[in-house]
């Protein structure tokens, strides 16, 4: 039995919207909102389990869909990665009431990453999908280890995202849309595409409530945005027939969540600081200091995704060597507005220490 689309989008979005709402209000009840640190711009009391409605919404809905519709070996293959998403989301929510050590968070990231390596699903591609993918030596012991840094590092790279009202949610469902339409086929929809809808729907349920309209009512913490993270990493790696997303693709649609982490890292290791240290100079801190308000840096961010998005789903339907084209128009892309953000904001910095010191930038 398959699935009607309309009925499916329907049902997942009433059940995070009322899942949602029910955390929002026992939230306040119990008096469990979001504590304040060097990375955090809002004030004011609002509740951040968020991300407990619609993890659970999407669970419960996983389920349905891969018990109804798959067969039953699919299914068994289906259970650690339940599992994982459990272990993901106890973790990120355990987090938000105490926060935990990063060792401890990792612990169960790594376990995580290890059921969904048990239950073989691994990068199977590299460049291209099909017999064009160049042949590197070694590639199916390699695939394991480069799987598991996937999957670890894209789990907490939403959580650097995570900053401004609807961004990490509104990011995070375009880019389950695009997983979505890149393993579509014609005809009924398989089992991926119809989770990564699932997702989407999720995620927009949750959005009811978070997006910056005048501003959020609930966040979706440290639970939502691993869980976030961990399925997004997933889903490319669960192609039909075992067949997942090339490794190149898959990053070019996770593009500003893996650069904005990468410029973390990177710059905390330069300044001799903890990499999972908080602090103001994430992109989206950067947008803000331009001037930006919430919603016209979710406007941004959200234009740069759906162009990447396009130019991945281009790449993918075009002969193997063709495809490279707007692989590479993705990266330039990407990389390219990183890098103007970077020096416009170092530019704006400068010109205000000009000003304060009294130097040619005044007056």
């Known amino acids: 039995?398959?699935?009607?689309?309309?009925?499916?989008?329907?049902?997942?979005?009433?059940?995070?919207?009322?899942?949602?709402?029910?955390v929002l209000k026992v939230s306040h009840r119990m008096a469990w909102y979001d504590h304040i640190n060097d990375r955090k711009i809002h004030t004011g009391n609002i509740p951040r389990l968020g991300?407990?409605?619609f993890a659970v919404a999407f669970i419960a809905w996983s389920l349905?869909?891969?018990?109804?519709?798959?067969?039953?070996?699919?299914?068994?293959?289906?259970?650690?990665?339940?599992?994982?998403?459990?272990?993901?989301?106890?973790?990120?929510?355990?987090?938000?009431?105490?926060?935990?050590?990063?060792?401890?968070?990792?612990?169960?990231?790594?376990g995580a990453a290890l059921c969904v390596l048990a239950s073989g699903h691994?990068?199977?591609?590299?460049?291209?999908?099909?017999?064009?993918?160049?042949?590197?030596?070694?590639?199916?012991?390699?695939?394991?280890?480069?799987?598991?840094?996937?999957?670890?590092?894209?789990?907490?790279?939403?959580?650097?995202?995570?900053?401004?009202?609807?961004?990490?949610g509104g990011v995070s469902l375009l880019a389950a849309l695009t997983f979505g339409a890149v393993f579509m086929f014609p005809g009924v929809p398989g089992t991926v595409p119809l989770l990564c809808?699932?997702?989407?729907?999720?995620?927009?349920?949750?959005?009811?409530?978070?997006?910056p309209f005048p501003h959020a009512k609930i966040f979706m913490g440290d639970g939502g945005a691993y869980f976030l993270g961990f399925t997004l990493a997933l889903l490319p790696l669960m192609g039909e027939d075992g067949q997942s997303l090339p490794v190149f693709h898959a990053a070019a649609v996770l593009m500003i969540p893996i650069l904005?982490?990468?410029?973390?890292?990177?710059?905390?290791?330069?300044?001799?600081?903890?990499?999972?240290?908080?602090?103001?100079?994430?992109?989206?801190?950067?947008?803000?200091?331009?001037?930006?308000?919430?919603?016209r840096i979710d406007a941004i961010l959200f234009t740069l995704q759906i162009i990447l998005g396009f130019l991945v789903y281009a790449a993918i339907r075009m002969p193997a060597y063709l495809?490279?084209?707007p692989l590479a128009l993705a990266y330039l892309a990407g990389i390219s507005f990183f890098?103007?953000?970077?020096?416009?904001?170092?530019?704006?910095?400068?010109?205000?220490?000009g000003k304060k010191s009294g130097g040619p930038e005044s007056g």
């Open 51 to 53: 991300g407990l409605g």
């Open 1 to 22: 039995m398959t699935f009607d689309f309309i009925p499916l989008v329907a049902g997942v979005f009433l059940s995070s919207l009322i899942m949602v709402a029910l």
């Open 260 to 295: 904005d982490t990468t410029a973390a890292v990177w710059r905390r290791l330069r300044d001799g600081r903890r990499i999972d240290s908080p602090d103001r100079s994430h992109t989206h801190h950067k947008l803000m200091n331009l001037g930006l308000s919430s919603r």
């Open 122 to 168: 691994t990068f199977t591609w590299f460049c291209f999908a099909g017999s064009a993918d160049p042949h590197i030596p070694g590639w199916a012991l390699l695939r394991y280890p480069l799987s598991f840094l996937w999957i670890v590092g894209m789990t907490n790279a939403i959580n650097f995202i995570d900053g401004v009202d609807g961004l990490a």
């Open 323 to 325: 495809s490279l084209i």
């Open 197 to 211: 809808i699932c997702l989407a729907a999720a995620i927009l349920g949750f959005l009811v409530f978070n997006a």
């Open 339 to 353: 890098t103007l953000i970077h020096f416009l904001n170092r530019h704006h910095n400068h010109a205000l220490t």
């Open 64 to 110: 349905v869909i891969t018990l109804w519709i798959t067969e039953f070996n699919y299914g068994l293959r289906f259970l650690p990665l339940l599992f994982a998403f459990i272990l993901i989301l106890i973790s990120g929510i355990w987090d938000d009431f105490k926060p935990m050590a990063p060792r401890y968070k990792l612990v169960f990231q790594i």
